[in-house]
């Protein structure tokens, strides 16, 4: 596979000229260079090994690809994870975090990418926000990569009307999201989505 066309997707234009492309041999050997270089970050589904590790992450790697930092204090996912989660169990962090940092890198110009290895652990890259979903269609055994609303089924919708502030929220599978052409509030008829089924308001998503 064209390992350049990939990398240029994940990498900033500066990671990407100084990385020997031609030099590496096969997918392991990518993987390896990625996660030895910190451009590609390996959590256990268990948990972070330590605070702040994917917000270091997430920080670090949108000042290399877009020369900005996170809008967000570090400590803001912990406060709404125990705000909203009821009855945290192990392992209900790290997709929780994804989610919420996602929402704000795709402001950002940036998307969350997964790799899936077929293990128990979470392989973490950022893309460029217009390449995140064209990651899925590389042909490969290995680069299995997803953004997080292609790696899941479903998809909450909550939103506040500008208009009239009333609250509505849609539950439904990400296909049928794309299918949600000319809705509107029901308390006064503001238009929520388009005949294309184009989002017109803010929305806040959570994907499971």
Same mark, same amino acid.
């Given at each position: 596979?064209?390992y &350049?066309?990939?990398?240029?997707?994940?990498?900033?234009?500066?990671?990407?000229?100084?990385?020997? %492309? &031609?030099?590496i041999?096969?997918?392991?050997?990518?993987?390896?260079?990625?996660?030895?270089?910190?451009?590609?970050?390996? %959590?256990?589904w268990?948990?972070?090994?330590?605070?702040?590790?994917?917000y270091?992450?997430?920080?670090?790697?949108?000042?290399?690809?877009?020369?900005?930092?996170l809008?967000v204090?570090?400590?803001?996912v912990?406060q709404?994870?125990?705000?909203?989660?009821?009855?945290?169990?192990?392992?209900?962090?790290?997709?929780?975090?994804?989610?919420?940092?996602?929402?704000?890198?795709? &402001?950002?110009?940036?998307?969350? %990418?997964?790799?899936?290895?077929?293990?128990?652990?979470?392989?973490?890259?950022?893309?460029?926000?217009?390449?995140?979903?064209?990651?899925?269609?590389?042909?490969?055994?290995?680069?299995?990569?997803s953004?997080?609303?292609?790696?899941q089924?479903?998809v %909450?919708?909550?939103?506040?009307?500008?208009?009239?502030?009333?609250?509505a929220y849609?539950?439904?599978?990400?296909?049928?999201?794309?299918h949600?052409?000319?809705v509107?509030?029901?308390?006064?008829?503001?238009?929520?989505?388009?005949?294309n089924?184009?989002?017109?308001?803010?929305m806040?998503?959570?994907?499971?």
């Amino acid at each position: 596979m064209n390992y &350049k066309k990939m990398l240029a997707k994940v990498l900033g234009e500066k990671e990407l000229a100084e990385m020997n %492309v &031609k030099a590496i041999k096969d997918d392991e050997s990518l993987f390896d260079e990625l996660t030895n270089k910190k451009f590609l970050l390996v %959590v256990d589904w268990s948990g972070e090994d330590k605070e702040g590790m994917l917000y270091g992450f997430f920080d670090s790697r949108l000042q290399s690809m877009l020369g900005i930092r996170l809008d967000v204090p570090e400590e803001e996912v912990y406060q709404k994870y125990n705000q909203e989660i009821e009855d945290p169990q192990r392992g209900d962090f790290v997709p929780f975090a994804l989610s919420y940092f996602d929402k704000r890198l795709e &402001k950002l110009g940036a998307r969350i %990418v997964l790799l899936d290895l077929g293990t128990d652990t979470y392989n973490i890259l950022l893309s460029y926000k217009k390449d995140a979903k064209k990651l899925k269609s590389i042909k490969s055994d290995f680069w299995k990569l997803s953004t997080l609303e292609q790696k899941q089924g479903r998809v %909450v919708i909550y939103i506040v009307c500008p208009n009239c502030k009333d609250t509505a929220y849609y539950d439904m599978s990400i296909e049928e999201e794309s299918h949600q052409a000319n809705v509107k509030c029901e308390e006064c008829g503001t238009l929520f989505w388009d005949e294309n089924a184009n989002e017109v308001v803010e929305m806040e998503k959570t994907y499971y």
